[in-house]
């Protein structure tokens, strides 16, 4: 019987009405993709509000004091000598806007339960402002960074290379498994190199009056590390055979975080810089 039905139908209405079902289903696809990103990001400012709901911090020079929360007001109080570096950390949005969250990282069981003794300093502030407001409860806090030593735009194909293989890690098989639908998975390429140049773009570092600042880019979030010379674990000057012949060099930085370590690198810097670093580091 349904294959009457469709023998008596014109293949050219058959092929219109399918063609129409694709267009308004990929339509769909893209609404509820969309709907459902804007949700996130709604319920993530709003777990945001309630988490950290009439924040405040005080400080008496020896310790740092905060309170927050919405439905529940939690308190942390931890010794100011048990800090063992500052991250500064914005995602691409808050870097647009102007934006940034201050943390500690402290060698306690202290701080967010979440992220694992990260004290949370200033949730959201204008970064302009972020350095002389830290400082104002941590006193080793510089009160401003400017003129930080960056990558050459050359070296930047090292890190969009990387993301790029990896990308192609998971499209190839896509593609041989999945065959034309595989193709949705290339958009991953050209993701992966926007996530490589804004890793190399997003690499820099100084060493400022006993202090280390490193800064790196992961998954469109910068983060930026104030390390205390005293405050450095261990350090680590990585150069492989090939990375030889191009004078380029990486530099690990590990501290205490917690009960464990905090590993922070810097990937790809020149090779006399990441020898100034290094020497630096071994001075005691």
Known sequence: MFGKIQEAIPEKVIDSVASKLI???????????????????????????????????NSDNTQLKTEQGLFQRNAVTIPIARIQALRIKQNVIR???????????????????????????????????A???????????????????RLSRRSYWYFIRNASLMSLIVIFPCLYFFKGWGLLSTPLFLIAILLGWYSGNNTGWKILDGQLVLQNGHWFTRSQYVIPHKNVQSFLFVQSIWMTHSKLAHIRVNVRHGNQNELIEIRYLPEESGKEIFNWLKIR
């Open 131 to 149: 350095f002389s407001t830290t400082s104002r409860f941590v006193n080793w806090a510089p009160h401003q960074l400017s003129g930080m030593a």
């Open 23 to 57: 267009h308004q289903s990929a339509i769909i696809i893209m609404t509820v993709g969309i709907l459902i990103v804007l949700i996130s990001i709604a319920g993530s400012y709003l777990t945001i509000v309630q988490k950290y709901y009439k924040f405040r911090i």
């Open 95 to 129: 870097q647009w806007l102007r934006l940034t969250t201050v943390q500690a990282l402290a060698a306690s069981s202290a701080g967010d339960d979440e992220k694992g003794n990260d004290l949370m300093i200033l949730p959201v502030v204008k970064t302009q402002t």
